[in-house]
């Protein structure tokens, strides 16, 4: 026979005692979900009702004619803390009821270590996002910000440990990265649950809440370079003492909005020739949502990856590597960040992707909608089941208006705010509206165009 009150009271337990021998029967309680009061034909006892993870459990508190309620209840809301947590309550029961849990020294077969979990976490980490992304997580969890952790398994971490994380940065005056030390905390922990040997099934830090933080204590976001900025960028890749490549991806950069890693990391077999310019293809490996993207090509964009492609033939890469990276080593990979984005400060490259969604949005009338879709921020497709399994293009019809209208707006920027035409970057851009054919015309590519010899890779 089962029953359930809101609470139950030391006078239940007197009459379930008279029950002793006669019958079977069962007390719940609402307060405290899953803890109840079992009376057998030759036992009474105080047990918790509970699911950890899939499965449903019943776990023993303690002897019902010798544990008082308020005891027994308090164990099992503790009990309730470890489930939570992913953790079975049986061992921290048995050690309560036989006299008070015992301090014991952890070994490897309660899970991973803290330092252990960091590492393959990372490990695994670094082939599923962006380069930046793994670099930016790397540095948070290896900080000193988590040494109060260092030799901790991980069934040992406790919601009160992510409170203090970020509590203790706080403190410091450091909001944002008390934000980003609780978020890569919780990501782990998260991920870790998943993993077999790990020690926990659950997040014991996913209750924990990151904080909200107001527009000041976030800080400066990056700043939205001016049409004046945008128009004289081509002229500053042009002064600069930069290798070709490098002035190359910085305008493919600007009439793109792409982020700085795609393009530098582009590859010549993700481009293909249309009637009306190209199209770029870029793989989900090389994005940082790790989903494919296309980017319509209209004709000044076109013409760079067209010259980037003639000046260096033999190479896969579009802007490939200037020098080894060190004495003697193959010159076999990519141009790397610095030599493109070293150029244009104060701006930074992802300011020109802050730009698009400014200026596009508020000169140019380009939609949210839109903007996203070339910025490659979910571009419809998340949680959007239409999108995700029916609508299966990949956006390119509604997209080239966009980009075109995008670089007539910067070609009219240079036109307006270049106090001279450029000599490298002049023939690639134009000054006004672009002829479609000008790629073609200017290809092969000469020391005439450039002011370069192109040498080997």
């Not at 970057?425 to 165009?449: E, K, N, Q, Y």
């Amino acid at each position: 026979m089962r029953n359930s009150v809101l609470q139950i009271l030391q006078k239940d337990v007197q009459a379930a005692r008279e029950l002793l021998g006669v019958e079977e029967k069962e007390i719940g309680e609402r307060i405290t979900p899953g803890f109840c009061l079992r009376v057998r034909k030759i036992s009474m006892s105080w047990c918790l009702r509970s699911r950890l993870g899939p499965k449903q459990g019943t776990w023993r508190i303690g002897d019902a004619l010798s544990v008082d309620v308020e005891t027994a209840r308090d164990r099992a809301r503790e009990a309730l803390r470890l489930i939570a947590r992913g953790i079975d309550p049986k061992e921290w029961l048995e050690a309560e009821e036989n006299g008070g849990a015992k301090e014991r020294s952890f070994t490897a077969a309660d899970g991973w270590t803290w330092e252990a979990a960091v590492e393959a976490y990372l490990e695994e980490f670094s082939t599923t996002v962006a380069p930046a992304t793994y670099r930016s997580y790397g540095h948070v969890l290896r900080s000193g910000h988590f040494d109060f952790l260092k030799g901790k398994v991980l069934r040992q971490i406790t919601p009160a440990d992510g409170k203090r994380l970020q509590d203790e940065i706080f403190k410091r005056g450091r909001p944002q990265m008390a934000r980003k030390s609780l978020q890569a905390l919780k990501a782990l922990l998260k991920w870790a649950a998943d993993r077999h040997g790990s020690g926990i099934e659950f997040s014991p830090v996913a209750g924990v809440n990151v904080r909200k933080l107001t527009r000041y204590q976030m800080g400066e976001l990056g700043r939205v370079p001016t049409e004046k900025e945008l128009g004289q960028l081509p002229r500053r890749l042009e002064a600069a003492d930069i290798c070709p490549q490098a002035r190359l991806a910085g305008l493919l950069i600007l009439l793109t909005v792409q982020r700085i890693n795609t393009v530098i990391t582009a590859e010549k077999q993700h481009f293909q020739a249309t009637d009306n310019g190209g199209l770029w293809s870029i793989p989900w490996e090389r994005m940082k949502a790790k989903r494919p993207h296309v980017v319509p090509l209209p004709p000044a964009a076109w013409a760079v990856v067209q010259h980037a492609m003639a000046l260096w033939p033999d190479s896969n890469w579009l802007f490939p590597q200037v020098r080894a990276k060190r004495k003697g080593g193959a010159c076999t990979g990519h141009i790397s960040y610095h030599p493109v984005a070293g150029p244009m400060d104060p701006l930074d490259p992802h300011d020109l992707r802050r730009a698009f969604a400014t200026h596009g949005q508020g000169v140019l009338g380009i939609s949210e909608a839109h903007t996203k879709a070339i910025l490659d921020h979910a571009e419809g497709r998340s949680g959007d089941v239409t999108m995700e399994r029916y609508a299966l293009h990949d956006g390119r019809h509604f997209k080239w208006g966009v980009m075109q209208k995008w670089q007539d707006w910067i070609q009219g920027l240079i036109a307006k705010h270049s106090d001279l035409p450029p000599v490298r970057t002049g023939p690639l851009l134009g000054i006004g509206r672009i002829d479609p054919t000008i790629g073609a015309s200017l290809l092969p590519i000469s020391d005439r165009v450039f002011r370069i010899t192109p040498s080997e890779p």
